[in-house]
């Protein structure tokens, strides 16, 4: 009996990449052992994957094995006085905020939707909207169980270095996390006090990050990526904070969904400006109250909303840029964007903290990042993202392996001085697309 059913198509978020693979569904974390073996006896490479919310193609492993770990969802411990949750690794962030809200807590970190596992969250060590404050998620694990293919399971404790630091936004490729601990904080209410202020230029953004971070948990803008000239960088500034008491809502699953994918032509440069020039029309300056999910998981309400884009999917470019060189390398990336009229309407810009992540392979450092779409032309589209690379290099930045599909192995290791230090801790049983595109 097998373990593995073969899928001939699993596509990535950004549903660019399609391959086949040989996929594990275990239910419970003792089926694992077999399914490791039965991986080397066929000599296959294995990744552990969550909900498949990577961009790109690192939850990937085209002609390999992928064991989904969603469904090793259980919560197993938590401490009310410390805030220490203890889940199997396969638990989604939207499951571990329905328990913690009702006694007053909430996750430390959140990327821009709860549907991600805990193991997803860690493999990638996500950033949120509180980056300035609180760091990446991995700031925040306590513990790590990990599971690697040579049979050994590890507890990997913070502080510990070592195989800790590399599974850390290790990309999978360490070892199976079975079981996370991580350090919750508190509320007072899932309400918050939110204000969002336009800008017209980038250094407006810059002031206003530099004066709003100090006080507020929250920020992020939104930047029309097609405006240029005068209007390059306009965009709107949000900030927010839970108030100290209200109502604690776990919030509700998607209340729209996108079931077919939009023709082409519904997404070409004069219909996603008009859609930006317009977004940017309807945000004036305000302040009120705000539930938690809509401000921190805008897309959570729209089910298959990446079908918007079309059959041919769509690219995610994230980057981030030291502090000293950031207004200029953002310009030159906006500027570029809108030259090429191929951007898209959801362009997130925010500065990140000085925390350190403890991720070898982490993404975020301190600096400014940018998150731009772009529906996938083919070439076309290849040949833009190469010039931002150029820019996002000589700016001494990185690019977000979560969000990539195409960075070239002289981009990564430019951007990640800790690899060396990380391939010492690799799991020779695991391997993804990503890992060997960029390594090869
Ligand atoms: C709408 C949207 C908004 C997003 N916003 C943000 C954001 O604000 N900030 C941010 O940082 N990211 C963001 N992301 C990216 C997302 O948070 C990451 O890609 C996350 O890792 C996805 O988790 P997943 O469970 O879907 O994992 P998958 O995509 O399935 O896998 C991701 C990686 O984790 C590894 N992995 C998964 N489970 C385990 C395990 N148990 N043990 C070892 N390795 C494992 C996989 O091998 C793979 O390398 C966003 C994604 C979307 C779709």
């Known amino acids: 009996m097998t373990g593995f059913m073969a899928d001939a198509s699993v596509v990535s978020w950004g549903r660019v990449h399609r391959e086949a693979h040989r996929v594990a569904r275990p239910a419970f974390s003792d089926e694992l052992p077999g399914l490791i073996e039965e991986a080397r006896r066929l000599g296959q490479p294995l990744l552990p994957v969550g909900l498949g919310r990577s961009y790109g193609d690192t939850g990937l492993n085209g002609g390999g094995g992928l064991i989904d770990l969603s469904r090793l969802d259980r919560l197993i ?30 996750l430390p970190v959140v990327p821009g939707t709860r ?15 509180n980056h300035h404050g609180a760091g990446s998620i991995g700031n925040w694990v306590e513990e790590i169980e990990l599971l690697r293919t040579d049979g050994q399971r590890h507890v990997l404790r913070k502080g510990s270095g070592g195989l ?21 904080r508190r509320i007072g209410s899932t309400s918050l006090a939110a204000r ?12 206003l990050s530099h004066e709003h971070e100090a006080r507020h948990e929250y920020t992020v803008s939104w930047i029309d990526c097609l405006a240029g000239g005068r209007s390059l960088g306009r965009g709107y500034f949000s900030a927010a904070d839970h108030v100290d008491t209200g ?11 996108f079931p077919a994918d939009l023709p082409e032509i519904a997404l070409n440069p004069l219909s996603i400006g008009a859609f930006n020039s317009l977004v940017y029309a309807l945000h004036p300056s305000g302040a009120g109250r705000v539930a938690a999910d809509r401000f921190l998981f805008p897309l959570d309400s729209i089910r298959g909303w990446n079908r918007l884009y079309g059959r041919r999917g769509m690219y995610q470019y994230q980057c981030v840029v030291p502090p000293a060189a950031a207004e200029d390398a953002v310009a030159a990336l906006l500027r570029e964007t809108s030259r090429a009229r191929q951007g898209s309407f959801l362009a997130v810009l925010k500065t990140f903290g000085a925390l350190p992540s403890p991720g070898l392979l982490s993404f975020p450092r301190e600096g400014t990042t940018l998150a731009l779409d772009f529906p996938n032309r083919g070439e076309a589209t290849l ?26 192995k002289q981009m990564f290791l430019a951007g990640y001085p800790g690899l060396g230090a990380f391939s010492g801790h690799l799991d020779p049983g695991l391997s993804s697309s990503f890992w060997r595109r960029v390594m090869a």
């Open 164 to 184: 800790f630091d590399a599974t850390v936004g290790g990309l999978g490729l360490t070892g199976i996390m079975t079981r996370i601990a991580l350090r919750l």
């Open 115 to 129: 549907f991600v596992t805990l193991g997803g969250a860690v493999a990638n060590d996500v950033h949120g909207k």
């Open 383 to 408: 040949a833009v993202l190469d010039r931002l690379d150029a820019i996002v290099r000589e700016a001494g930045g990185r690019l977000y392996p979560a969000k990539d599909g195409r960075m070239s």
């Open 77 to 106: 411990a938590f401490d009310a006085t410390t805030g220490i949750v203890v889940a199997e690794a396969g638990v989604s962030l939207a499951r571990l905020l329905a328990f913690a809200i009702p006694r007053g807590w909430y």
């Open 196 to 207: 969002t202020i336009r800008f017209g230029s980038l250094p407006e953004f810059f002031a």
């Open 247 to 257: 109502e604690l809502d776990a919030g509700g699953g998607p209340r729209l969904g």
